[in-house]
């Protein structure tokens, strides 16, 4: 038989780990791979999974010392195709990589169109 620890013994394996963010467990359901680490050489490298609620492919991007700061993700748009729309309470920016690309913005009934941007 083992003894039984005293207490000033610890008993068992002392292990804890941080529980899931909400936003960590949002990045995880929603089906796309989650790129994590200090930093990245080329978001062009990066592994893309079909992203169903966006309609593209892409990869959630989770670098060290940014959690619960911002979220960052890497989206392909299908050639001569488009996303889903959506909508945000909260400000989005968007750097084109590679293409072109146009932006609609709704307000209410009407839209904008923004200038078309051209990426590197």
Known sequence: ???????????????WK???TPYERFMEEEGIRVVRGIGLRDVRELPL??????????SYIQLDGTEA??????????????????RHVYEEIY???????STEVWKGEGSQRPAAATGG
Do not use: C, D, F, H
């Not at 038989?1 to 292990?15: C, D, I, L, S, Y």
């Not at 700061?69 to 959506?86: A, D, F, N, Q, T």
């Not at 750097?95 to 690309?101: A, D, L, M, N, T």
């Open 1 to 15: 038989m083992t003894e039984q620890p005293n207490e000033k013994q610890r008993a068992g394996r002392v292990r």
């Open 18 to 20: 941080r529980p899931p």
């Open 95 to 101: 750097y084109v990589v590679e293409g072109r690309e």
């Open 49 to 58: 999974s079909p992203w169903a609620r966006l309609g593209g492919r892409g």
């Open 69 to 86: 700061v911002w979220g960052m993700y890497v989206v392909e748009i299908p050639p001569r195709s488009e996303l889903k729309p959506e």
